[in-house]
């Protein structure tokens, strides 16, 4: 008979908490801290050291020896990524360095907007000069994939359904999506660097979580991850000053290549979230995530209608409802 999940939970509670008390740990003092869009969980304990953060990781879903092996390849480079204090691989159990409480999402104010984002595009930056040759490159297999959850899981929400014409025209998109990617430089990406993924650590600085996932593509991927980020709304204005930013870190002249590249990319990026999000609320009860279906949707429409080689995913739009039936 399988578990219900609650009760897988519990039981993974419980053996967290075993591990915790055998490293010398409290484990009566630990609290929920947050979840994200994996089935990691994340609790605070204290110590004598201050506090730590418990990290629950199921070793079936999540791949943790790549983490902690990309955690100290970016500490390496002087990246500021939560430190390892001790690790059970084989039960999916961590305990990190606690980061705090104030993702750069919260932080955002009108004063702050500028300083914060240029720390950003700079932490990008740094990370966009990395090596890449221990990475892969974000194989066309992937990207396909990915934006067939946009197909599977929004549309089908949608009950839009695609006619061969449209699949026709869907596959026309996918292969200049795929020639994007595959175009120019490419460069370490995280995959989410959204506003969520960056902390605002107590001396000011940014601090970078959830990298594990890291490839290598061209820098729009990220630059859309940032910029177009699903849950936060950057003005126009800022959005081209940290472009120019980035450009001129990076030592890049086309800008208007740079910005194609985080239209064309951003698009498959944000056909993939729309997906996401509904299947995160669909099968995981996290209906959190649906508040950013408007926006995310909103930023799809604008690059679609500005491409002709993207008419079919502006027509798929079109044909959805303003709010989703989930």
């Given at each position: 008979?399988?578990?219900?999940?609650?009760?897988?939970?519990?039981?993974?509670?419980?053996?967290?908490?075993?591990?915790?008390?055998?490293?010398?740990?409290?484990?009566?003092?630990?609290?929920?801290?947050?979840?994200?869009?994996?089935?990691?969980?994340?609790?605070?304990?204290?110590?004598?050291?201050?506090?730590?953060?418990?990290?629950?990781?199921?070793?079936?879903t999540e791949d943790n020896a790549t983490f902690l092996a990309v955690a100290s390849?970016?500490?390496?480079?002087?990246?500021?990524?939560?430190?390892?204090?001790?690790?059970?691989?084989?039960?999916?159990?961590?305990?990190?360095?606690?980061?705090?409480?104030?993702?750069?999402?919260?932080?955002?104010?009108?004063?702050?907007?500028?300083?914060?984002?240029?720390?950003?595009?700079?932490?990008?930056?740094?990370?966009?000069?990395?090596?890449?040759?221990?990475?892969?490159?974000?194989?066309?297999?992937?990207?396909?994939?990915?934006?067939?959850?946009?197909?599977?899981?929004?549309?089908?929400?949608?009950?839009?359904?695609?006619?061969?014409?449209?699949?026709?025209?869907?596959?026309?998109?996918?292969?200049?999506t795929l020639a994007a990617f595959d175009a120019g430089e490419a460069v370490w990406?995280?995959?989410?660097?959204?506003?969520?993924?960056?902390?605002?650590?107590?001396?000011?600085?940014?601090?970078?979580?959830?990298?594990?996932?890291?490839?290598?593509?061209?820098?729009?991927?990220?630059?859309?991850?940032?910029?177009?980020?699903?849950?936060?709304?950057?003005?126009?204005?800022?959005?081209?000053?940290?472009?120019?930013?980035?450009?001129?870190?990076?030592?890049?002249?086309?800008?208007?290549?740079?910005?194609?590249?985080?239209?064309?990319?951003?698009?498959?990026?944000?056909?993939?979230?729309?997906?996401?999000?509904?299947?995160?609320?669909?099968?995981?009860?996290?209906?959190?995530?649906?508040?950013?279906?408007?926006?995310?949707?909103?930023?799809?429409?604008?690059?679609?209608?500005?491409?002709?080689?993207?008419?079919?995913?502006?027509?798929?739009?079109?044909?959805?409802?303003?709010?989703?039936?989930?």
């Amino acid at each position: 008979m399988s578990s219900s999940p609650n009760t897988v939970d519990t039981d993974r509670l419980d053996a967290l908490a075993l591990w915790l008390q055998s490293i010398g740990e409290n484990p009566a003092t630990l609290r929920p801290v947050s979840s994200d869009a994996s089935a990691r969980r994340y609790f605070r304990l204290d110590s004598l050291a201050g506090t730590h953060v418990a990290v629950d990781a199921p070793p079936d879903t999540e791949d943790n020896a790549t983490f902690l092996a990309v955690a100290s390849e970016l500490r390496a480079a002087g990246i500021r990524v939560p430190a390892q204090h001790a690790a059970q691989l084989e039960g999916g159990f961590l305990l990190m360095e606690d980061f705090g409480d104030t993702p750069f999402e919260t932080a955002l104010t009108d004063e702050t907007l500028q300083l914060h984002y240029d720390q950003a595009i700079d932490l990008l930056a740094a990370l966009h000069h990395l090596p890449t040759h221990h990475r892969q490159r974000y194989a066309p297999e992937l990207i396909t994939r990915e934006l067939g959850i946009f197909i599977d899981h929004y549309l089908t929400d949608q009950g839009v359904t695609l006619s061969e014409s449209d699949r026709a025209a869907w596959n026309r998109y996918t292969q200049w999506t795929l020639a994007a990617f595959d175009a120019g430089e490419a460069v370490w990406t995280h995959r989410d660097f959204h506003c969520r993924n960056l902390m605002l650590l107590t001396d000011g600085s940014l601090g970078l979580i959830d990298f594990q996932g890291a490839l290598y593509a061209p820098a729009g991927y990220d630059l859309a991850s940032l910029l177009r980020d699903c849950y936060v709304d950057l003005p126009p204005a800022a959005f081209t000053r940290a472009l120019d930013r980035y450009a001129s870190a990076m030592g890049i002249a086309d800008a208007g290549a740079l910005r194609q590249s985080v239209d064309i990319l951003g698009l498959q990026r944000h056909l993939k979230c729309l997906g996401l999000f509904v299947r995160f609320a669909r099968e995981q009860g996290k209906r959190q995530y649906l508040a950013a279906l408007p926006r995310t949707a909103a930023y799809a429409r604008h690059v679609a209608s500005s491409y002709p080689e993207s008419d079919i995913v502006l027509s798929l739009l079109n044909r959805c409802q303003t709010e989703p039936p989930l």
